[in-house]
């Protein structure tokens, strides 16, 4: 065997090993979703998510060290997918309205096409002892992310000058309550509730919420 074939062979040998890696990490991570959605970060253990896979218990261990690891791994993944698409939204309003209903609308959105996501995020909460809802690092971020578009609004003329720390605050409080509500309720409408929402916080009880 000459040495390019060796470095052919070497190379497809590399390349598989990895792609292997990249499925057998894919496997555990699609597993942990469901098990922390069904069971909460408290109840599942490591053994319960490597059961949903097809590998050896042991596999566990080349990805990952405990279930906080695979846990976080996951919150991550979905956490900057939804800021993404929070930011793109709001990048795209014209005016205060707009990037309100936006916001709502897509926030509500992605958690309603992606339940497992919205069980295993609340699976969380009181893991360290409390409502950790505002404090995850995703979380804490992406309202970072949104006080940074509101104070870029306001310089705009976009958004009337206000204190952008206690909009954020306004605006996230709202959604989060909202999406708890939505999510153990029947039927899920998450167009209806980003109006509500937009309604609520932009002219009040007394604004016509129930009104066009």
Known sequence: MNIETRNTTSTKRDGKRASNRASNRDAILQAARTVFAELGYGGATVRDIIR????ATGTFYNYFTNK???????????GEELRALLSAARQEADNFEQFIEASYLTYFSYYAENPETYHLVRSNRGRDGGNINMRGPQVT????EMRQDIERAMKLGMIPQNDAALLTAAIGGVAFSILDEIMQGDKIDPQGAARFA???????????????
Do not use: N
């Not at 949903?52 to 590998?55: H, K």
């Not at 971020?141 to 970072?144: E, K, M, S, V, Y």
């Open 141 to 144: 971020a992406g309202l970072a």
């Open 198 to 212: 937009t309604k609520l916080f932009m002219r009040g009880i007394d604004g016509g919420i129930d009104g066009a």
């Open 68 to 78: 906080e690891e695979v846990f976080e791994a996951l919150t991550q993944e979905s």
């Open 52 to 55: 949903r896979t097809a590998l």
